[in-house]
């Protein structure tokens, strides 16, 4: 009897643990994030007015993408949280010693993983873009 019972518990918690960490599907009636690219000043403009209504706190991140251009670097996450659907657009520092993991495979082998305690700084450029610029992370379960 003991042990139909671990096997159950043990079961459940096993299911728990998979489902806690498998990326949850979405979906945004935004219509910004609808009717624009996600590479577009617009589109990032509302992830960074969503994220900052939502909190970074109650943010989950995923590994979209990882994209090089203009000699710099970015991560694409799956953002959700709090109704937030949508791909935030990280720039990344290729100088930074912390992330040659990352930037020497380019994010292969970490798409739809899960990082956890994701940290980043939100900036304005002259042009009146918002940017997001990835600082860590505290964990990645993938």
């Not at 009636?29 to 009717?35: G, M, P, S």
């Not at 939502?54 to 694409?76: P, S, T």
């Not at 292969?108 to 990835?134: C, H, M, P, T, W």
Request: hydrophobic share 35%.
């Amino acid at each position: 009897m003991k042990t139909t019972i671990s096997k159950i518990i043990l079961s459940g918690l096993l299911l728990f643990s998979l489902y806690s960490c498998d990326k949850l599907s979405c979906e945004t009636d935004n219509a910004i994030f609808l009717n624009n690219e996600i590479l577009s000043k617009t589109y990032q403009r509302e992830v960074v007015h969503q994220i900052e209504l939502v909190g970074q706190d109650k943010l989950r991140f995923w590994l979209a993408d990882y994209i090089e251009k203009d000699n710099k670097h970015y991560l694409v996450f799956y953002t959700q949280g709090n109704g937030l659907c949508a791909q935030a657009v990280m720039h990344i520092d290729h100088n930074n010693k912390r992330f040659n993991d990352i930037l020497n495979t380019k994010g292969k082998g970490l798409f739809n993983a899960e990082f956890r305690g994701v940290s980043f700084d939100i900036s304005q450029d002259d042009n009146n873009n918002f940017l997001l610029y990835y600082t860590g992370h505290e964990s990645i379960i993938d």
